[in-house]
């Protein structure tokens, strides 16, 4: 039976136009295992494989931050169709299907890189060259053990129950189906074994390439975020599309988040000395922090992987793709809520820079956007130095790393567990807690706001367990926007179906309202600045404003407000016209943006469904159909997929 995975006959690859140095593979193409985990050098180049699983645009080059991030009240894409594509690709609103092929395609390279990382363990395990007291050696087991586990966890927390395996297909019986296996299985086995691996591995800043390879400080944040996702809710294959629920042994497996975000934090390695926009500028840039926010980038090759700053920033137009200006075009796809950027407190500093509020013409003169969405301006190509940009004739293929992890989701992370192991912040890890949540808070405010919204605001957020993990159910929204965290920890919460159906009506009402109709919560839209107010000015080139410092730049005149003063010489932009007239009905794209949820249009079910009693959001992806018709049965998919 055809493999479903590689074997090592396949790993060793010849990347190109690689910058990253340790990133280089030159090995032939053949399997000699005595040779190959009998010699450093080579054991380097298999585990180099490992990495090379990631940077492929069907996985974290791409479809993971962007085809896969699903709709919610932070990351958002507009769908104008009432019945799903015949692609199967709209996965964002919960109407995808097995057949896509972008699911076949990140399903496949999610089991490479676990294939390649068991082969490079069982080799490097086997080999006579290993000891335990080599930490050159167990370092690099343990980042095959860690970049293992971030594969599986990805696909747990995406498919659910997945087939399960750690030894290399190679040693396996001919025709053997990897059998599925349930999740809290997987996660309580990838724990266990990160928790063993731990100790043999470097901090960051003690690696040649620091934050781009695995750390132990990333081990510890992987034990953390995956004891979250085993103790947090997650939705089952019972009755019809799935029932959610969270296992009764939830929190012991908080207390292991607990303490391993603790040793994270008390290794004292990390901080969150740059300003927030640095970090994704730095990023932008190809500058490598190893002490300060990044935990994990993983490390794309300029000119050769990775699509941050093509599909997140804002939309760059181009002639016959070619810009006027050396940053290239950009396709801006993965977007943001068009509410979100109101959510945050005015004086939010993560605001001006997460929300991008204008694109780029081809002839490179601002424009406002104005349609269902704003821009998630992390990463914008634009940011970078002039003398780092990619050129005129660039789109993709930035070279951008992402930060799979950050500091500031594992101070989160210890905040939301202590909060829950200790029924709020009163008791013997409550100050630590607050003082890791308030690290974050105040990196986000200047100085002269720090009395207010962050001391007065955390003292009374700590008041009782509820209004703590609100604050901080709040803050990684307005901290992790448009990086693809939000619906999974909506997941693991159990509030996605509020917060999708929230998400809609606020949508629908606003849409109503043009048309006057006002329905139920209207109210709280009655001032909503329909009517904003802008000009375009030259960059004042000031960086602490705009990174970039030669394009033309938007400044509105407020935009929280929609009243301008008389006398004042400013252009319009009218938002939220999503009001078809012609119909009398809101336009398809706020009827059916959500539609495999709560939709409106002739076959709406919003009405029928009970705010108080809402199912639950059918957020799992099925199983591809190439991998259940190669399993000869032994796969099957659930949640309503056909």
């Known amino acids: 039976m055809r493999k479903y995975i590689i074997i090592l006959s396949t790993i060793l690859i010849t990347l190109t136009s690689c910058e990253k140095d340790f990133l280089k593979v030159n090995s032939d193409s053949k399997y000699e295992g005595d040779y190959v985990f009998g010699n450093k050098d080579e054991i380097n180049r298999v585990l180099t494989a490992v990495y090379a699983s990631l940077m492929s645009n069907d996985s974290y080059g791409n479809a993971y931050f962007s085809t896969f991030a699903l709709n919610n009240d932070v990351e958002f894409t507009a769908f104008a169709g009432e019945l799903p594509n015949v692609n199967g690709e709209d996965f964002k609103a919960f109407d995808g299907a097995p057949h896509a092929p972008s699911i076949l395609r990140f399903w496949n390279k999610q089991y490479e890189g676990i294939e390649r990382a068991n082969i490079f363990i069982n080799g490097i395990q086997s080999s006579p060259v290993f000891s335990p007291s080599d930490m050159d050696l167990t370092q690099q087991l343990g980042e095959a053990r860690v970049l293992r586990a971030m594969f599986y966890h990805d696909l747990v927390v995406m498919f659910g129950d997945v087939p399960f395996n750690t030894e290399p297909s190679m040693n396996l019986q001919s025709g053997f189906v990897i059998p599925v296996t349930d999740r809290n299985e997987i996660l309580s086995f990838l724990i266990n074994d990160l928790k063993e691996t731990a100790s043999g591995m470097k901090y960051a800043a003690d690696l040649t390439h620091g934050v781009e390879r695995a750390s132990k400080e990333f081990c510890y944040g992987m034990i953390a ?30 207390r292991i988040a607990m303490q391993y975000a603790d040793s ?169 807690a607050i003082e890791a949540f308030r690290q974050v808070r105040k990196r986000a405010f200047k100085d002269a706001d720090q009395a207010v919204k962050v001391n007065a605001y955390i003292q009374t957020a700590a008041a009782s367990k509820e209004t703590f993990f609100n604050a901080i159910a709040d803050e990684r929204k307005w901290e992790f926007g448009g990086e693809n965290l939000r619906w999974k920890d909506l997941v693991r919460w159990n509030l996605y179906s509020k917060v999708v159906y929230d998400s809609f009506k606020e949508y629908l009402i606003v849409a109503l309202m043009a048309g006057g109709d006002f329905i139920e919560g209207a109210e709280k839209y009655q001032n909503l600045p329909v009517n904003k107010f802008y000009k375009r000015v030259a960059n004042p080139g000031d960086r602490d404003i705009y990174p970039n ?94």
């Open 225 to 254: 975020r995956m004891a979250l996702t085993r103790g947090g809710y997650a939705l089952y294959p019972e009755g019809g599309k799935g029932a959610m629920k969270r296992m009764p042994d939830y929190k012991d497996y908080y």
């Open 264 to 432: 994270a934090i008390s290794s004292g390695k990390h901080s969150l000395n740059k300003a927030f926009r640095n970090v994704f500028i730095d990023q932008t840039n190809n500058i490598v922090n190893n002490n300060d926010d990044p935990i994990f980038e993983i490390p794309f090759l300029r000119n050769s992987s990775g699509n941050i700053g093509y599909v997140t920033g804002a939309a760059v137009g181009s002639f016959n793709d070619l810009t006027t200006h050396v940053w290239g075009a950009s396709n801006a796809g993965m977007r943001l809520n068009a509410f979100y950027h109101y959510s945050f407190d005015r004086n939010d500093l993560r605001q001006e820079y997460t929300v991008g509020k204008w694109s780029y013409d081809a002839n490179a003169i601002p424009q406002v956007l104005v349609d269902y969405t704003m821009y998630n301006n992390k990463w914008s190509k634009l940011w970078a130095d002039p003398s780092k940009a990619l050129g005129n004739q660039s789109s993709g293929a930035t070279g951008i790393n992402l930060p799979y992890m950050r500091y500031a989701d594992i101070l989160l992370m210890y905040a939301e567990a202590v909060n829950e192991v200790e029924e709020g912040v009163s008791g013997a890890n409550g100050a630590r």
């Open 549 to 642: 410092t030669s394009l033309q730049v938007i400044e509105f005149y407020n935009p929280w407000e929609a009243v301008l003063n008389p006398g004042t010489e400013w252009l319009t932009a009218t938002y939220y016209d999503w009001y078809d007239v012609n119909t009398s009905m809101p336009k398809n794209q706020i009827a059916y943006s959500f539609r495999g949820y709560v939709k409106g249009g002739p076959s709406a079910n919003w009405e029928s469904l009970n705010p108080n009693s809402l199912p639950p959001v059918r957020y799992i992806l099925p199983f591809p159909d190439q991998a259940i018709q190669m399993s000869n049965g032994a796969y099957k998919n659930h949640y309503g997929y056909n």
